[in-house]
């Protein structure tokens, strides 16, 4: 049986190494081992969603979660793609203690960049332009996302703002009118 090793881990990074390990086989087993509450409850979320059998054991202060993806039929859907635009409009995430809203930011970027459905477009304004300019620890994420093809635009009076329109790694800039435009004419928006 194959192990997948996640002990150290910061969430999401458990789950996303075992969907890619699922995703790249059609069906079969693997033992997912993790050190917290928070990584097993998540990796039980994942198998419930997906329709995966599993069972969970402690052992010494481990999870070991069993996991077994059997070949399921089911229909194809087609789906049309649909527009969906992502304001970011800080450099956090949530409210509350700014450390923890930079991390999850971070998380929340890099669990995006290694989704199925990505946005059309993400929108950075304000203090979100900081995430988009030099030095920014998303960088890599927001760089898979624009490989991925993902518009990545920042509002360029907030760049000069901030002082980071010379400082620009990834993405456009871009104004007010675009982004009211992008917005309107979006089939979903999300503003973080």
Excluded: W
């Excluded at 450390?99 to 970027?109: D, E, H, P, Q, R």
């Amino acid at each position: 049986m194959n192990i997948i090793d996640c002990k150290g881990l910061k969430c999401p990074q458990p789950v996303i190494n075992t969907k890619k390990y699922f995703d790249s086989i059609e069906n079969g087993e693997a033992e997912v081992v993790v050190d917290n509450e928070v990584a097993k409850n998540n990796i039980s979320k994942f198998c419930n969603s997906n329709g995966f059998k599993f069972n969970v054991e402690e052992k010494e202060g481990l999870y070991h979660i069993k996991i077994a993806k059997e070949n399921v039929s089911c229909e194809v859907m087609d789906f049309e793609k649909n527009s969906l635009v992502i304001l970011i409009g800080t450099d956090k995430l949530g409210n509350g203690d700014d450390t923890l809203g930079a991390t999850l930011m971070k998380s929340y970027l890099y669990a995006l960049s290694e989704s199925d459905k990505l946005p059309t477009d993400l929108l950075f304004l304000n203090s979100g332009v900081k995430l988009v300019a030099e030095g920014s620890e998303v960088l890599d994420s927001l760089n898979k996302l624009k490989e991925r093809g993902v518009n990545i635009a920042s509002c360029g009076v907030c760049l000069d703002f901030y002082k980071l329109k010379e400082k620009l790694s990834v993405g456009e800039i871009t104004n007010m009118y675009t982004i009211i435009e992008k917005m309107n004419t979006a089939d979903n928006t999300i503003k973080l």
